[in-house]
């Protein structure tokens, strides 16, 4: 059985593994677009940052490594088209030649590609005018020769999401001065406003001018200065600086399954069921240019590497016979914006309420652990829960980067996975000592103020 994997990232590599590792009599190749196969897009900012060297350290795995669990890499090499009646891909290669790859099961694992949000200028200016955008080991490149070569002392970030946040860490800390605009109300915009204005003070704190409530329509180039314009709520806004990143979301890449026939959904994604199905024959896909399940939600569009990764491992096993399936994802993220971290999972009060639920919200402020033990700190917990029978929602918390926000909105993630109630949280035998907790552990402290706040 050969089958073929398109996609050099998160989906198509987890994909590949789990065939692999299942069947190892399985024929594996890996159709890959650039020469950067598994390497952690995630991981860029703090490549930027000069956390993470060189750049070689942001692989996953090596070359080297993937080839040895017996999958074939085919590096530089793009997927123009698929005839699915007869089983075979269509590839071109750095030198232009095309060929066909023929398949008995094919994984589509295109991914997603950066937004431009509908920004005019920036099919005119590039990388070699200091606009960037900022998705690929490509775009690292650019952008790193444009740190070194221009020298840039400010730059703005258009965009205050994960990515925006974490690249205005890494600009500040190699002496950049930093201004951020963002299009909502507050940074992050994935929290509660009252949530990512503790965010916006600690990037206040640290040099980065924060501009919100602004749209960016248009980048240009003036007396030798980048622009970026627009409008601040309602009236026209303009700002220069010496570089521009644009990282405003993303956008499925769709082109090779909708030209195949595959059907869009939620997000212009392609629809896939819980096995990962095309409703193509034999043609699976995973990854962010497919709809995700969301347990709260139902069909939805939540690009995540966490989900690639599953996604994928549930296509590779299907592929090959297997009935895995996805079961459902809940949107848990963490970001560390200097020395604060911020999570969410789960639903928020706008989003229960258009699902159907009668939601209600508690903000409460927990230590870390007992006060008593030298460095506690505060925790900021935002529950949402259902009125109607106490069912938690979702959770949002934002704390110091030592308070353990990460493992907190987990256990926040496990038990919605569950389904459990807001009062069972106060169940769960969580551990303690007082250096790192309480005997009730800030997650109960949050879950126990917003059923006081019910009665």
Not at 26 to 46: E, L, M, Q, R
Request: proline share 4%.
């Amino acid at each position: 059985m050969h089958l073929v994997a398109i996609g050099g990232s998160d989906a198509g590599i987890s994909a590949a593994l789990r065939a692999r590792e299942l069947d190892p009599s399985v024929d594996v190749t890996v159709v890959v677009a650039d020469a950067y196969p598994n390497f952690s897009i995630c991981g860029i900012p703090y490549y930027f940052s000069r956390d993470v060297q060189p750049w070689q350290s942001l692989a996953h795995r090596t070359h080297a490594d993937l080839e040895a669990t017996g999958m074939r890499l085919r590096l530089d090499t793009l997927a123009t088209g698929i005839d699915v009646a007869g089983q075979a891909l269509t590839v071109r290669d750095a030198a232009g030649t095309e060929s066909t790859i023929a398949y008995d099961a094919l994984m589509v694992g295109t991914g997603a590609g950066p937004s431009t949000a509908g920004i005019a200028g920036l099919d005119e200016l590039g990388a070699d005018d200091g606009v960037h955008l900022l998705h690929s080991m490509g775009d690292t490149f650019a952008l790193e020769r444009s740190l070194e070569e221009r020298q840039p002392e400010t730059a703005i970030i258009v965009g205050a999401g994960y990515v925006g946040l974490e690249m205005a860490e890494a600009l500040t800390v190699r002496g950049i001065r930093v201004t951020q605009v963002q299009r909502g109300p507050e940074v992050l915009s994935t929290l509660d406003p009252e949530l990512g204005l503790l965010v916006r003070d600690e990037l206040t704190r640290h040099g980065v001018e924060v501009i919100t409530g602004t749209r960016i329509d248009r980048v240009g180039r003036e007396a030798g200065r980048l622009t970026v314009a627009g409008d601040r709520d309602g009236a026209p806004f303009a700002r220069s600086a010496d570089l521009v990143l644009v990282v405003v979301g993303v956008r499925p890449n769709t082109r090779l399954l909708t030209a195949a026939g595959a059907t869009t959904g939620a997000g212009g994604a392609v629809v896939v069921d819980a096995q990962m199905r095309t409703g193509l024959p034999h043609v699976w896909a995973a990854g962010d240019g497919v709809v995700t399940h969301h347990r709260l939600l139902g069909t939805t569009y939540l690009p995540l590497g966490t989900t690639a990764h599953k996604q994928g491992r549930v296509a590779g096993e299907n592929a090959i016979g297997g009935d895995a399936r996805f079961v459902g994802s809940l949107g848990t993220q963490v970001v560390k914006v200097f020395d604060v971290v911020a999570a969410r999972t789960g639903l928020r009060d706008h989003d229960a309420a258009d699902a159907g639920f009668a939601p209600r919200s508690h903000t409460a402020i927990a230590d870390d652990h007992k006060r008593y033990y030298p460095g506690a700190t505060p925790i900021s917990i935002r529950i949402t829960g259902n009125a109607d029978d106490g069912r938690l929602l979702g959770a949002q918390l934002v704390g110091a980067r030592g308070a353990e926000i990460s493992k907190r909105v987990d256990t926040y993630a496990t038990a919605l996975h569950h389904g459990m109630t807001v009062a069972g949280m106060s169940d769960l035998d969580l551990s303690y000592t007082p250096p790192l907790g309480s005997p009730w552990d800030a997650v109960q402290v949050a879950t126990q103020a917003w059923e006081r706040g019910a009665r």
